[in-house]
């Protein structure tokens, strides 16, 4: 039986989604932390990996606590080992929330900045993870100089909070020839929000990316990783969409429309193609924001000004 990992970072528990009305109960993020603790439970995952900023440097502490405690709680009783690594924005406040001694099945890794390897055993499957947490808020100086660990039979997952071939990084400047240079089958990493495309080539080397979608620099699909574990050499990764927010631009050509019933249906027929172009993914979606950009040649723009305004208007309350 294979080992199933749930895997997912940046979910900045105390923010919440840009660009729509605040009260909308589902776009603050600890509810989706919530969602991905039962995504966890009710599909039978393993573990869960966290890889930092899961608590919002703003916000964090006060709105975080209840949520993860909550979900610790019931991850604990369903048995669901959790390996976190800290980041840029939760460096000091994990150890605060996460009291170990509490939770036998959580693990924070690499605290203070020490690598970190620890093993761990389902349906009779060893994985070994490898961790660095951030220690403090900036981080000019790349972790792996600081890493050593030997090659292994079993499979190796990496958890790192840092910023990839960005040489000037304050957030753990990272090159990915050097992820590549330690025997490690997938690097899991955190910090940047968009998540990679699963590559062909291996290592894996991915981001996972926010499973809550924060704002229209957000685009596309978002949600966590499912690693399934078969052997070292037989790892299947693949991304759940969840995030309940998703963003979208929409460039339209205007230049033939003549009046607002005209404009109104491009903008319709935009919207309508992109819903069915990401129809699978849109399932767990409950707001789709989309940033229009209009262009062309059109006698009076001031007409579309105002037609668009009433358009916006119309769809904002949907
Ligand atoms: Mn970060």
């Not at 958890?159 to 899991?188: C, F, G, M, Q």
């Not at 309940?244 to 919207?271: C, F, G, H, Q, W």
Request: charged share 25%.
């Amino acid at each position: 039986m294979p080992v199933k990992i749930l895997a997912t970072g940046d979910i900045h528990i105390g923010k919440k989604s840009s660009g729509l009305p605040a009260e909308t109960e589902e776009i603050a993020t600890k509810h989706t932390w919530m969602r991905l603790v039962d995504l966890a439970i009710n599909n039978q995952f393993d573990a869960l990996l966290l890889t930092g900023d899961i608590v919002d440097r703003d916000n964090r502490y006060f709105e975080a606590i209840g949520p993860l405690q909550t979900g610790f709680n019931k991850l604990k009783t369903a048995e669901i080992a959790v390996f976190i690594i800290a980041g840029n924005h939760d460096f000091d406040v994990l150890k605060q929330v996460v009291n170990t001694s509490e939770y036998d099945n959580i693990h924070v890794l690499g605290a203070k900045g020490n690598w970190e390897v620890k093993s761990f055993t389902a349906n009779e499957e060893e994985v070994r993870f490898v961790g660095w947490s951030f220690p403090k808020r900036y981080m000019h100086t790349d972790p792996l100089e600081q890493l050593e660990i030997n090659g292994s039979d079993l499979p190796t997952i990496g958890l790192l909070h840092a910023e990839l071939d960005t040489p000037d990084s304050r957030y753990a400047p990272v090159k990915t020839e050097n992820l590549l240079s330690h025997p490690v089958d997938a690097w899991i990493l955190g910090h940047i929000h968009k998540p990679s495309a699963i590559p062909e080539h291996r290592p894996f080397v991915l981001y996972p990316g926010s499973p809550h979608a924060l704002s229209a620099k957000e685009q596309g699909k978002h949600g966590p990783l499912q690693i399934t574990v078969e052997s070292k050499n037989d790892i299947r990764i693949e991304q759940i969409p969840l995030s309940p927010v998703r963003y979208e631009t929409l460039s339209i050509d205007i230049s033939n429309a003549r009046d607002e019933e005209i404009l109104r249906k491009l903008v319709m027929d935009n919207i309508n193609r992109c819903k069915e172009q990401n129809k699978t993914e849109l399932a767990e979606v409950r707001h789709l924001v989309f940033d229009i950009i209009l262009y062309g040649e059109h006698p009076a723009s001031n007409d579309i000004e105002k037609w668009m305004a009433t358009i916006r208007d119309d769809f904002y309350l949907v």
